[in-house]
């Protein structure tokens, strides 16, 4: 069954599992003890700590392992922050950071700290003179991922870092999802990262503090981590990450071209084999293992649920498959369609022959999911005050709404409008979406006066 979800958490890698199971007889005691077993598990410790160094580009004695990459999010933005109060209060953040760096924003926002998001445009990345814009005086910290996690699009960390330090700000860098593909470039001040992304045990995660970098430890003190994570080291996890954060390094230039290769075809056949698709995120500046598209007219989970039954693991940032029916906060902050998303990341070592059997699958599910929901007959009628014709979705979920607006549009004379009436949220995303997507006109929206939101589009063409 194809795994197509490494960005989630990547197979064990081969090298991870040797290493574990090596120190698990040796790595046992405690490291900070000085009997014969404490020293051999400081040397396995202090290996690891170098070897993770080297590939992140900083001091072994500027790196810490946490019991995860949030851990490490957490522990970097909440003492960051304490270690430069007297500056300010001021976070700064792109708004398609991942969740615990928002997270973590949010509990900084709640405590009486300020808040700042630079949006994105549609291809996910922040503009690096934006992001220097929103920087001031009062700015403790400033974070932003070295590459998105729903879409794969690169940000400019190098340049928005120079403009960090001109202004004297530090910068921590998310860098989970491109960690393993490489260092991450420019003079960034904190960095964090996870271990199960790259192949290594998950568990695992690490904090980069560059020197110089204002840093005060939240929390109880321990003596564990230069005091920087509390606890006692996972000593055979962290060997095993340290020793698969190296392998896959040497790896990565010869299948990262071979899966970007793959990922190519995806992005250039999904769009011709299903009609009404929208392939999102930066098309050169991204992952190369990592593609998103989004489907008109379909049920994100049901196609995620279609997909698993024929046998491919892949994820979604659609609204449909939450818990709490929003829509993804990264395809919100790109103004892309959020619904049928799918996300397809290809572990190393995936098979192109895997590849070609999902492109054949995938337009018979979509076309099947698409009839299965067969569209209800929307409720429509003139309405009074402005020749509109009205489609009422409302107690409808998305993409309800936008099938009834793409079934009536063209019985609306060009230069008119249709009305939507909507209450999901994720109509507010992808009937703007559509719009771009069939060449209409998106005139705006207001409060319904039968609840909900009314959505105005012109037929154009």
Not at 151 to 165: I, K, M, S
Request: aromatic content about 4%; proline content about 6%; hydrophobic content about 45%.
């Amino acid at each position: 069954m194809p795994y197509f979800d490494a960005a989630s958490s990547a197979p064990l890698h081969p090298v991870a599992r040797q290493a574990l199971l090596a120190s698990l007889d040796e790595g046992w005691a405690d490291p900070a003890r000085l009997y014969r077993e404490g020293r051999r598990a400081r040397l396995l410790l202090d290996a690891a700590r170098e070897a993770a160094a080297d590939a992140v580009g900083c001091r072994p004695d500027e790196l810490v392992f946490t019991p995860s990459g949030t851990r490490a999010v957490h522990s970097g933005i909440s003492g960051a922050l304490a270690g430069r109060r007297r500056v300010g209060t001021r976070l700064v953040v792109s708004a398609v950071e991942h969740s615990s760096v928002l997270h973590a924003a949010e509990t900084h926002a709640a405590a009486g700290g300020s808040l700042t998001e630079v949006p994105v445009g549609r291809s996910g990345a922040v503009e690096a003179a934006a992001f220097a814009a929103a920087l001031d005086e009062g700015t403790a910290l400033a974070c932003l991922q070295s590459a998105n996690h729903e879409v794969g699009t690169v940000q400019p960390v190098a340049e928005v870092a120079e403009a960090c330090r001109a202004a004297g700000v530090p910068l921590l860098v998310d860098a989970a999802q491109s960690l393993g593909w490489g260092p991450v470039e420019g003079d960034w001040s904190l960095l964090a990262a996870s271990a199960h992304k790259w192949g290594g045990p998950a568990g695992v995660g690490l904090l980069a503090i560059r020197k110089g970098t204002r840093f005060s430890p939240q929390g109880p003190a321990d003596e564990r981590e230069s005091g920087r994570a509390a606890g006692f080291e996972n000593l055979p996890a962290i060997v095993a990450a340290a020793a698969s954060l190296r392998a896959v390094r040497a790896e990565a230039e010869a299948e990262g071209a071979r899966l970007r290769g793959l990922v190519e075809r995806i992005r250039g056949r999904v769009g011709e084999l299903v009609p009404d698709v929208e392939v999102v995120g930066d098309p050169v500046r991204r992952l190369p293992h990592l593609v998103t598209f989004s489907c008109l007219y379909v049920d994100g989970e049901t196609l995620l649920h279609e997909l698993d039954r024929e046998g491919f693991s892949v994820s979604s940032g659609s609204s449909c498959t939450s818990s709490t029916l929003t829509p993804s906060h990264v395809l919100r902050a790109m103004g892309v369609l959020s619904e049928g998303n799918v996300r397809v990341s290809l572990p190393a070592g995936t098979a192109e022959e895997d590849v070609e059997r999902f492109l054949d699958t995938l337009p018979g599910v979509v076309a099947a999911v698409r009839e299965r929901l067969g569209a209800p007959e929307p409720v429509t009628g003139a309405a009074a005050d402005s020749g509109s014709l009205v489609v009422d979705a409302l107690g409808k979920r998305c993409p309800i709404p936008v099938i009834e607006l793409a079934r009536v549009i063209g019985d609306v004379p060009l230069g008119d409008t249709v009305t939507v009436l909507a209450d999901d949220e994720a109509a507010r995303l992808d009937i703007p979406a559509w719009c771009e997507m069939r060449g209409q006109e998106y005139v705006g929206e207001e409060p319904s006066p039968k609840g909900g939101t009314a959505y105005v589009v012109r037929r154009v063409a």
